[in-house]
C-alpha cells in the first residue's frame, strides 16, 4: 500500500530553521509532483511549495525567499528547507503526492510551531 511518511517537525523560536522530509513508499513516487500543505488551527489548508517530477519548484508567497523545496529520487525523499520561521508559520504541515487522474496520496502530517 502506498505512504507518505513526514518528519522533522517539532518546537522552535522565530528566526529558527526545520528541515521537513517526506518519503514515498512506492515506485511512482519519482513520477509524482510532490506538494507540501499546511493547516493552522482554524484555518483552511494551504499549499506552501510544489515540486514536480522535472523539479520544478513553485512557492507561496507567504514563503518565498525563506522555504527551499528539494528531491532525491534515488532516496525517494522530498525536503521542505525552512528557514527565518516565524510564528505564523506555525500549523500541521502535509505532504502530497498526486499523478494528475492517475495517484493522489497524503501524509499523516507533522507539527511545526514558532514560538515568538
Known amino acids: 500500500q502506498a505512504q507518505l511518511v513526514e518528519s522533522g517537525g517539532g518546537l522552535v523560536q522565530a528566526g529558527g530553521s526545520l528541515r521537513l522530509s517526506c518519503v514515498g513508499s512506492?515506485?511512482?513516487?519519482?513520477?509524482?509532483?510532490i506538494s507540501w500543505y499546511r493547516q493552522a488551527p482554524g484555518k483552511q489548508r494551504e499549499l506552501v511549495a510544489t515540486i514536480t517530477s522535472n523539479s520544478e519548484s513553485s512557492y507561496a508567497d507567504s514563503v518565498k525567499g525563506r522555504f527551499a523545496i528539494s528531491r532525491d529520487k534515488a532516496e525517494k525523499t522530498v525536503y521542505l528547507q525552512m528557514n527565518m520561521l516565524k510564528p505564523e508559520d506555525t500549523a500541521v504541515y502535509y505532504c502530497h503526492s498526486e499523478i494528475l487522474g492517475f495517484s493522489d496520496y497524503w501524509g499523516q502530517g507533522t507539527q511545526v510551531t514558532v514560538s515568538s
Open positions: 512506492y515506485d511512482t513516487f519519482t513520477m509524482s509532483d
